[in-house]
């Protein structure tokens, strides 16, 4: 399932980060960090790992995410990698390529920790009419489908697709981009509950039947506990 997230930044969050990326020396080759198959077609730029100000702006983009009840309700978050920022300008591209399934990172606590990728998330900080090309394509089994968000939407597709990110010829791409492990693992699982969830607030704001309503919640929950691990 793919999910395009509106609005997980305002338009005021969105040009504060913005100003300061584009002000930033902390830009790096992208092949920085990227495994073998990836570096074959990676050429792009991206917040040094090592940059204060991509730990600072990533507590800002994983604390917007947590707070957007879309995200929480379809992606289901047990962790979230500390986001990264990336830019592509000049023709940068970053060709068709598989995400690693399974990641090291180092939390807030300096701590070193292991993430399952299950979902990917990007979160565009430029408008698409401010720059040609740069679509993000996943590839999954209905074909091809192409993302280019406004600023401060997110997109959030399952890690296990192949993507690419086509040249950008004009202008410039700024976005940031994570990995979340859901308390789901299973894709069909996590989509039945998203549904079910949109359907019940669905059904209690226009005023369905109350003891329904109750008794869908308390399926939604067993299903969850069931389903999950923490
Ligand atoms: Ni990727």
């Known amino acids: ?50 940059s204060e100000l991509k730990a600072h702006l990533g507590q800002r983009v994983t604390a917007a995410l ?17 986001p990264r920022f990336n830019r592509y300008a000049g023709g940068e591209t970053y060709g068709m390529h598989v995400d690693g399934s399974v990641m090291q990172y180092t939390d807030l606590n300096g701590q070193s920790q292991t993430l399952r990728s299950d979902l990917s998330c990007t979160l565009f900080f430029a408008e698409p009419e401010e720059y040609e090309g740069g679509e993000l394509v996943v590839a999954d089994t209905y074909g091809e489908h192409l993302v280019k968000l406004p600023a401060g939407d997110a997109i959030l597709y399952p890690s296990s697709s192949l993507h690419e990110v086509r040249p950008v010829t004009q ?14 693992r299973s894709e069909g699982q996590r989509r039945a509950l998203f549904e079910m969830d949109t359907a019940i607030t669905r059904l209690r704001e226009t005023g369905g039947d109350n003891a329904a309503v109750l008794q869908l919640t308390g399926v939604y929950h067993n299903l969850l506990r069931d389903w999950s691990e923490t």
Request: aromatic share 6%; proline share 5%.
């Open 1 to 50: 399932m793919m999910l395009h997230i509106p609005q997980v930044l305002s338009k005021e969050e969105t040009a504060d980060i913005r100003r300061l990326l584009e002000s930033s020396q902390d830009w790096v080759d992208g092949r920085e960090t990227v495994g073998v198959q990836g570096a074959q077609v990676k050429r792009n730029q991206q917040l040094a790992d090592s």
């Open 66 to 82: 947590q707070q957007h009840p879309l995200f929480f309700a379809a992606a289901l978050p047990l962790r979230i990698i500390p």
């Open 171 to 184: 202008g410039a791409r700024l976005a940031s981009f994570l990995w979340i492990q859901s308390m789901v």
